[in-house]
């Protein structure tokens, strides 16, 4: 298994292309892919979750990892998707490429599993 620094140089470098390339940030799908395509021989795969950052007093606070718990969403604009795709890896790491500025990855309390 890869070491974090690795995981987040991968990470960082799929968020600063895809933006480079597109202009936009809202890109969790296309750097998903990208990163699990990358990282295929450590057993990655896309995995789709929900994601809550906000503001407090002490900094910037994150929650990552949530399978939506199968949900339905009200329906997208055209093109667009109501949901957040990241990678995790193997039964050890979850990444988010486009979380800034908190672009690390997570360690995984137990196996992650892709929402049906």
Known sequence: MRDIRYLQSL???ANRCAFAML???DTCVL???ALADVL???GAYPLRVS???F???GGIC???GDDGGGTRLPASDRGMWKGHLAVAVGRAWLLDSLMQPSI???ALNGPAQMAR
Do not use: Y
């Open 104 to 106: 690390k990855p997570t």
């Open 51 to 53: 994601v809550l950052v």
């Open 62 to 64: 994150t929650s990552l």
């Open 23 to 25: 202009g936009s940030r």
């Open 31 to 33: 750097t998903s892919h």
């Open 40 to 42: 295929s021989a450590e």
């Open 55 to 57: 503001q407090t007093v």
């Open 11 to 13: 990470t960082e470098t």
